[in-house]
């Protein structure tokens, strides 16, 4: 059974061109084998918008609660024209899973805010292993949600040029 299909991201207002772009990801480590889907899956949607492999700058931490003090300390260096965070909590038996998304999607969107970087939000809160796989595009229904997190990097990156002063 797939996704309902009006969900998901409306075709871009234009093409945006990033082969001007740095661009830096940091993704978190648990849960493997869907972060590496993910981060591949960033990686050639910013290539596909003409951002220069060795423009793309890729750091990891243990995992999604330790994504907001990187993603700041690369955001507030003013290095980067984005800087897109990845992770991937999986909901257990624990309190765990409420907590950490809370406090990563407080603490990302806080940086983006303070330091007028934009920070993708590239973390998935499921509810079972077989939504993760979905989201990452491992299943034969899914979709890689690191294609979308690609394509949003370079559109935020174009329109932070714009209006910032
Ligand atoms: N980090 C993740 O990125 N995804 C998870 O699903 C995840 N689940 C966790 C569950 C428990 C019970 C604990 C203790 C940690 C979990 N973490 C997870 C790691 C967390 O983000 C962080 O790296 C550690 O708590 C160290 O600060």
């Known amino acids: 059974m797939t996704d309902c299909t009006i969900k998901g991201v409306g075709a871009s207002d234009a093409i945006y061109d990033g082969s001007d772009f740095k661009i830096a990801i940091v993704h978190a480590r648990w849960n493997e084998q869907v972060i590496k889907a993910l981060l591949d899956g960033t990686i ?5 918008f003409k951002v220069k492999r060795e423009n793309i700058f890729i750091e990891s931490v243990p995992g999604s ?19 897109i965070s990845i992770g991937v909590l999986i909901k257990g038996s624990t309190m765990h899973f409420e907590y950490i998304a809370d406090a990563v999607s407080q603490g990302l969107m806080q940086s983006q805010i303070a330091t007028k970087t934009p920070v993708i939000f590239g973390v998935l809160t499921c509810l079972t292993e077989e939504q993760a796989l979905q989201r ?4 034969p229904d899914g979709h890689n949600h690191g294609e979308d997190w690609g394509a949003a ?5 174009a329109k932070r040029h714009l209006y910032l002063q």
């Open 136 to 139: 990452a595009g491992l299943t």
């Open 65 to 83: 609660y330790e994504l907001p003090y990187i993603t700041h300390l690369m955001a507030d260096s003013h290095k980067y024209d984005a800087v």
């Open 44 to 48: 050639s949607s910013l290539c596909g």
């Open 153 to 157: 990097a370079v559109e935020m990156a």
